[in-house]
């Protein structure tokens, strides 16, 4: 029985290109599926922080919702908590994500959502909706600049 010397090398060319062909594909569907988790949670973060802000402007101008819970101020910190905790999960699971922007951006929307924790109305805060808006865009603009600057392969979830 002969080998044929073109055959051996087209079978370990197959094989190896067979091999590498495979990894790849891998590599491929769990970064795929990693940047749509990612994603998904950021777009999360990005409604919860329009709930928040909105929830907010109802209460701080008095307007009488449909819905008595978006008007109460234990539900308003609720979403704050939540906010929080999805940050804080997010840094948690994706290295580089944490950046002091998010944290800065955060901190104004809760202080501008709550005044603390939520004094009574003074009638100086007729603008209190606009700056609750205002920092609820500034921190998706900084959610998405964290998301724009980490999306490449260096991003990678934490074990």
Not at 36 to 41: E, M
Not at 85 to 100: K, V
Not at 131 to 153: G, Q
Request: with cysteine.
């Amino acid at each position: 029985m002969t080998f044929e010397p073109d055959l051996v090398k087209a079978i370990i060319v197959a094989v190896i290109g067979g091999v590498f062909g495979a990894w790849l594909t891998s590599i491929r569907s769990k970064w795929t599926a990693f940047s749509a988790d990612y994603s998904k949670r950021l777009e999360h973060a990005f409604v919860l922080i329009d709930h928040f802000a909105e929830c907010s402007c109802i209460w701080w101008e008095g307007i009488d919702p449909s819905d008595k819970l978006k008007a109460s101020p234990t539900y308003i910190i609720g979403l704050k908590t939540r906010l929080s905790t999805l940050i804080t999960s997010m840094d948690r699971d994706y290295p580089g994500f944490n950046t002091e922007a998010v944290n800065n951006a955060y901190v104004v929307l809760g202080n501008a959502c709550t005044g603390g924790d939520f004094p009574s109305k003074a009638a100086s805060q007729n603008s209190r909706a606009t700056e609750i808006l205002k920092c609820a865009e500034l921190l998706k603009a900084e959610l998405f600049a964290v998301r724009r600057r980490d999306y490449s392969m260096r991003l990678t979830m934490k074990k």
